[in-house]
Structure formats: C-alpha cells, structure tokens
C-alpha cells in the first residue's frame, strides 16, 4: 500500500501547489525564468534529435516500402504519422523528463536537504505554489510549442536526408506527408503534450520536494523522478490514446 | 508568550522528544542546549510547525499553532524569525535578493524603493 501513500501525498502537493501566489508580479518573474530554463533551454536538444530522428523514420521507411505495390509517397505518409502521432509527442516527452525531470527533482530536493524550503515556510510563504506551480504552467505553456517544432524538424529532417539520399522524391514525400492529413492527428499530439507535461513537473516536483538526508538523497530523487515519470508518460500514453484512437 | 505541552516526535523507532512542556515567555531569553543529536532542531522545528509531532501542543499567545490551517498559521509565521543551521540561503538569488525577499514579497514596494528605503 506504499503507492497509496505516495498518491495522498502527492494529491496533497498538488493541492497546495495550485493556489493563488502570494505576489503576482513574482510570481510572473519565477514563470518568465522557468520557461526559458525548462522551455527555451530544452530546444537544442529537442531539434537535434528531432532532426536526426526524422531522417532515419524516412529512411527506414523507404527501406521497408522497397515493393512495387506500395507508393513512394507512403515514405513520406509514414514517416508523417510515425512522428506527429508517436515520435514527437511521446518520444521527445520522454527525453523531456530525462533532461526537466531531473533538473525539477535535484533543483527542488537540493532546496529541501539545504532548508531553503524550510525558509520560505518560516517567511509564512507557500512553498510548493512558489516553487512548483511557475514550473507546471511553464512546461504546460511551452511544450506544445516544442513539440510542435519537433513535428516540423523531423518532417524537414526526413525530407533532406530522404531527398539526399534518394530514398525518396521531393515531389513524393510532399505528396505523402499532406495526403489523408488529419488535423485531429495534431490535437491528439498536443493533447497528450498537456498530460505529458503536467506529470514530467509535478512528478519531478514531487520527488524533489520530498528529498529526505543529503547530496546522495538529491541524486536518488532526481533518478526516481525521471524513472516514475517516463513510467507514467507511457502509461498514460496507453490510455490517451485508447480514448482518443480507438 | 509560546507553550510548549507534552510534545512527542519519535523518527522510526528511535523517540527523538519525549514528552516536553515549558513556556517560553516574552521579553526573556530562552537558551536550549544539548549534545549533537539530541533533539534542539527538531524542538525548534516543531514549535514553529516545520514539523508535525506524534502527539502534543504548541500555542502561540494562547492560540493552538499545530491545528491551525495554513493561512493562519502564515499570520503567525510572519511573526517568527528562524536562523538555520546552514544559513538557508536562496542560492538561486544575490545577496541583494536574499535580503529584499520577505520585502519583495510581503510588501508592495518596487525593487529601487526597497532599496533606498
């Protein structure tokens, strides 16, 4: 019954998480750092990979597609469905709450084990409002937009190398990542975007804030966050999408 | 005046405050000592509601601390200084900031007049 625990903890967490801030103005401040830190400070790593990632879908396509009853511009169908409805917003969440998880966690744990929260406590201020709620809304804000990016930098990457690599012709990779597109397909990515965010955050959060001992301790709950929260990622992916495709 | 009655925090097994009730009284200067590990930090904490003891009571001028919701107990808190024993400061924030935030947050002063005044 451990995880009966952990879920009414963390239940309460939540709930003193999402209150109104003690000061508007600084609370704006604490969202502004937090978006560049957790958002814009994800996008290298996001397009990188995105790229990288799009050209080897578009490869491996054409390298599964070699028959001559299947078109060309199913190169580009897949390589458009495997990264809008999959690769972006499941995948790049994941590498999300490897890289944001885990900064969440020993930021917040290291603030825990040096009773900087304790402090703020003291001072009469909510803790987990001022230091966790900037931190939700600002992944809750920025990581559609990254995944967003994601799509068009792993449709770009599979077109240049696809081209390049004559897997694939311009004409016919066009022609396949706008045929049968759905738009549906992009309000489920970024639906699950909002999920995925939500648990990377309050789950990070929630193992940061309560760290219990020293330095070791912070390294145990950063690893924790990134394990329960690629767990839950997947988990809910399952679901989200037994509601939303099925 | 702080009261302190029958205040119990035991951490697995090992019962760290037994049974402790003194009051603290205004205008006097309270001393606590012990040997290292011998309960002085999580005394403080508990009076001042970082902690929850297993069982007793703490009243702040008569008014019961450890029940209180949260926004009373900030209207208490915003009473009480506590110095930590590693300082406790805002490594994320300047020296500067660390010692403007209680202003910054609690007061409706911009930056530059927090400063000059």
């Known amino acids: ?42 996008l290298g790593i996001v397009s990188i990979i995105s790229i990288f990632m799009g050209a080897v879908i578009c490869i491996q396509s054409a390298f599964g597609f070699e028959s001559p009853w299947i078109p060309l511009y199913a190169v580009g169908l897949s390589t458009r469905d495997i990264i809008i409805l999959e690769f972006s917003p499941t995948v ?17 744990g290291t603030m825990r084990v040096t009773e900087q929260i304790d402090a703020l406590e003291i001072m009469g201020i909510n803790s987990s409002c001022y ?17 967003i990016i994601s799509m068009f930098l792993g449709l770009l990457g599979g077109y240049v190398v696809g081209v390049a690599a004559k897997a694939v012709t311009s004409y016919e990779y066009i022609y396949g990542i706008t045929w049968d597109f759905r738009p549906f397909n992009v309000f ?9 965010s939500f648990i990377i955050t ?12 020293g330095a ?3 390294g145990r709950s950063s690893t924790k966050a990134v394990v329960y929260s690629s767990i839950l990622i997947l988990l809910f992916n399952v679901i989200i999408t037994q509601i939303l495709l099925s | 005046m702080i009261e302190v009655k029958n205040l119990n925090k035991t951490f697995g097994n090992n019962p760290v405050i037994k049974n402790i009730s003194h009051n603290f009284e205004q205008g006097k200067v309270n001393l606590i000592i012990g040997q290292s590990g011998s309960g002085k930090t999580v005394l403080s904490k ?10 007793g009571e703490v009243y702040f001028d008569g008014r019961e601390f450890i029940g209180l919701h949260f926004e009373a107990r900030k209207e208490i808190r915003q009473q009480i200084g506590m110095l ?30 927090n400063w000059t005044g």
């Open chain 1, 1 to 42: 019954m451990n995880w009966l625990y952990h879920l009414g903890r963390y239940y309460i967490l939540i709930r003193r998480t999402f209150k109104k801030p003690e000061k508007g103005r600084v609370f704006w401040q604490q969202l502004v750092r937090e978006m560049d830190s957790l958002g814009i400070g994800s």
């Open chain 1, 92 to 108: 790049v969440c994941l590498i999300l709450a490897g890289k944001v998880g885990s900064n969440i966690a020993g930021e917040i």
């Open chain 1, 131 to 147: 230091l966790i709620l900037p931190k939700i809304t600002a992944a809750i804000i920025l990581f559609p937009f990254l995944i």
């Open chain 1, 188 to 196: 489920y990515a970024i639906f699950k975007t909002y999920i995925f």
């Open chain 1, 202 to 213: 309050s789950v990070s959060a929630y193992h940061g804030y309560f760290t219990q001992g």
């Open chain 1, 216 to 218: 070791l301790e912070v």
């Open chain 2, 46 to 55: 508990l009076m001042v509601g970082l902690i929850k003891p297993d069982s």
């Open chain 2, 84 to 113: 930590f024993q590693g300082a406790a400061l805002f490594d994320s924030l300047t020296v500067e900031e660390n010692i403007m935030f209680p202003l910054e947050m609690f007061t409706q002063m911009s930056k530059s007049e």
